[in-house]
């Protein structure tokens, strides 16, 4: 090991180099948003009825700068407001994004044991899916509320609708993907089916797992932002997109800005799942996706 | 008493076409040392998965330690090693050597002291926190063999174990598969399309045919114990790989091989220069 280790590098080296290609994008980012701009003004450039101008392309320092404007009259700034919203949204998706993945994964493991089942139910699986996800939420929000659930209930389910399929799916993969040679170990320790799913589906399954959860991690979020809409849900991030929506031509940079906070509320939710592939799977790092 | 005992053992795949094994008669004795060898296709490593109960036999009787070869998988008479490593990544060196201890049930003391037994009986002290992707093809296998070791099952079965290998590793391999051999008093089955390995490491060589898979002859190799890197060396060790390569020309071993020159029979070809 200490002569692996005396290979590499310090350990800023690469989170400095990291952190300096992240700074690039963003400011290449910025370069093109404000260089269309900029453009599209200049030569008053028309896509059909779209026109480049300070509402339909507000520039980027006045989105930020947004946040940190009263969000009312002697209110409190934006960014505490859809901080607060975003906390909200924030529950409803990580509720969902459980809910979703333990039913996803509990789905997987039940196909990967029994073709039959994997014939019978994998077709009504998909064609959950190609269901729009605002015509089920409507009889979600009325069937769980009249159960008692609060509202924001129904918006985790809603969320949880988006998040287990890629769930399902990569756990089955995973699970039967295991190298036939480790089965035959397996079976000459005599080893029950339950000590195999422990001990090698499971393990061979992990970068799969979390390959679905990446993806059911950003989904769990546009699942909870959709879902408070029919859900008339006013304290998350839908509720603001909704309302900001209403006044858009005379502060766009309102929604503007709540579209940068849902961003970052998507992308903190992968991290989230990328840290935790970090800790849980030990793998060659080839094989770390 | 004998360890393995196969008679008039029958294998058939798909509706019966495919004759993989006919008509085999074994009888393997306590600490023997048995290698199989024959050409592609013959049915050796499906003779050794039937031993194992990896494979049920179409016809015939297999008793292992005394027992069917269920029982004998169930009882964990048996350790394996196959040609792959088939070591767990996410498991460190000392844990995968430990597999087999987790399901017998051992608890943690007990495990971490034969590991530590285990690791210096393959020469691989130092590396028990390494993982696989970390180690050499040559140190996975050592490492697959402890793990097979591990709970002292009387029969080892191996399945080409070092046929991935490089020659220069396979005969350190060889010698070192002999020493724990000796040290651990198991009885080995071991398939490898190698004539001069086969012969080198076994206290018997049976010879197989090409399909359907029958038992050609077998060779008693009447080298002395213990066997060194002189072994090779020795007149009787020429003599033993003509006996040996007479019996795979007979079985048609030779005949497939010039038919089809693909990897595993190149081999019997190169030692044919010997």
Redesign the interface.
């Known amino acids: 090991?200490a002569t692996?280790a005396a290979k590499q590098p310090p350990v800023w080296r690469p989170a400095l180099g990291r952190a300096a290609t992240f700074a690039a994008v963003l400011a290449a980012l910025w370069a093109l948003w404000e260089g269309f701009k900029w453009f599209g003004e200049a030569t008053e450039l028309k896509i059909g009825t779209f026109q480049v101008n300070d509402t339909t392309w507000p520039h980027i320092h006045d989105i930020v700068g947004q946040l940190f404007e009263p969000s009312r009259r002697n209110g409190p700034l934006l960014i505490e407001v859809l901080w607060d919203a975003a906390l909200f949204t924030a529950k409803e998706a990580a509720v969902g994004f459980a809910l979703g993945a333990a039913i996803g994964f509990a789905l997987g493991v039940v196909l990967a044991h029994s073709r039959l089942l994997q014939r019978g139910f994998l077709p009504y699986i998909v064609a959950s899916q190609t269901i729009p996800i605002l015509a089920v939420a409507p009889m979600v929000v009325v069937w769980f509320g009249s159960r008692g659930f609060p509202d924001w209930f129904s918006v985790s389910i809603i969320s949880a609708y988006l998040t287990f399929f890629p769930v399902a799916i990569n756990t089955l993969r995973g699970l039967t993907s295991v190298?036939p040679?480790?089965l035959?170990?397996m079976?000459?320790?005599?080893?029950s089916p339950m000590?195999i799913l422990w001990?090698?589906r499971l393990?061979t399954s992990?970068p799969y797992l979390f390959a679905a959860f990446k993806i059911a991690a950003t989904a769990s979020v546009v699942g909870a932002i959709i879902g408070e809409l029919p859900a008339s849900i006013q304290d998350g991030l839908g509720g603001a997109i909704l309302n900001f929506n209403q006044y858009y031509s005379t502060t766009p940079e309102n929604l503007w800005a709540t579209n940068l906070i849902a961003a970052a509320l998507g992308i903190s939710f992968f991290l989230a799942v990328v840290i935790a592939e970090r800790i849980v799977?030990?793998?060659?790092?080839e094989?770390v996706a | 008493m004998s360890v393995v005992k196969l008679a008039r053992v029958d294998k058939a795949f798909g509706q019966g076409d495919v004759v993989a094994l006919q008509g085999i008669d074994l009888e393997i004795g306590e600490r023997e040392f048995i290698s199989l060898i024959g050409p592609s296709g013959c049915g050796k490593s499906t003779l050794l998965?039937i031993i194992?109960d990896?494979i049920e036999p179409t016809g015939g009787e297999v008793v292992v330690n005394g027992k069917t070869a269920h029982r004998a998988?169930?009882?964990?008479d048996?350790?394996?090693v196959?040609q792959?490593a088939?070591l767990?990544?996410?498991r460190t060196v000392a844990k995968n050597i430990a597999?087999?201890l987790?399901?017998?049930g051992w608890d943690r003391g007990r495990r971490s002291e034969r590991v530590d037994e285990l690791v210096e009986l393959v020469e691989l002290t130092g590396f028990e926190?390494?993982?696989?992707?970390?180690l050499s093809g040559g140190m996975q296998q050592r490492v697959s063999i402890a793990r097979a070791l591990s709970f002292d099952p009387p029969l080892l079965l191996m399945d080409e174990p070092f046929g991935a290998l490089d020659e220069m590793t396979r005969e350190r391999l060889n010698l070192e598969l002999l020493r724990i051999w000796e040290a651990s008093g198991n009885t080995v089955v071991f398939v490898t399309h190698s004539i001069s390995e086969a012969i080198f490491l076994s206290t018997r060589v049976v010879v197989m045919s090409a399909r359907p898979g029958r038992i050609v002859g077998i060779v008693d190799v009447d080298l002395p114990q213990p066997r060194t890197a002189a072994t090779r060396e020795e007149p009787r060790f020429a003599e033993l790989i003509r006996d040996v390569r007479r019996l795979l020309r007979q079985g048609g071993g030779f005949d497939v091989e010039e038919a089809t020159p693909s990897g595993e029979e190149d081999l019997i070809t190169a030692e044919e220069g010997l």
């Open positions: 090991m692996i190298d040679r480790a035959e170990l079976r000459s320790y005599a080893a000590r001990k090698l393990p992990l799977v030990r793998r060659a790092p094989h | 998965r194992g990896l998988r169930l009882d964990r048996y350790g394996i196959f792959d088939v767990f990544d996410w597999l087999p987790e399901m017998l926190g390494h993982h696989p992707w970390q």
